[in-house]
């Protein structure tokens, strides 16, 4: 069965922090590089961080510093702490391998910064 559950959205003040999670399974995923995107309204989806098998992580400069990705392989589960979140940051949230190639995306999960 192939998902890709993400969760732990909300609404926050400025400077406050979320967790977000995601469940991944499938035989579609390779799972060797994880990554977490976001699209803002207008705009088009972007990857904001990704972490290797090896938990070597990468980040997008615009969140480098405030947020932190991390995994657990062995549940095929994934997360984004984010911190110090600003309005800019406000968006859907999904999870996927980097890149995406399967083009399967779950529903994600709102993300919503108010100033």
């Known amino acids: 069965q192939v998902q890709l559950v993400e969760s732990g959205g909300g609404l926050v003040q400025a400077g406050g922090s979320l967790r977000l999670s995601c469940a991944a399974s499938g035989t579609i995923f390779s799972f060797n590089v994880m990554g977490w995107y976001r699209q803002a309204p207008g705009k088009l989806r972007e990857l904001v961080a990704s972490i290797t098998r090896g938990g070597i992580t990468n980040y997008a400069t615009s969140v480098k510093g405030r947020f932190t990705i991390s995994r657990d392989s062995a549940k095929n589960t994934f997360y984004l702490q984010m911190n110090r979140l600003k309005p800019e940051d406000t968006a859907v949230y999904y999870c996927?391998?980097?890149?995406?190639?399967?083009?399967?995306w779950g529903q994600g999960t709102q993300v919503t910064v108010s100033s």
């Open positions: 996927n391998d980097s890149p995406p190639l399967s083009g399967y």
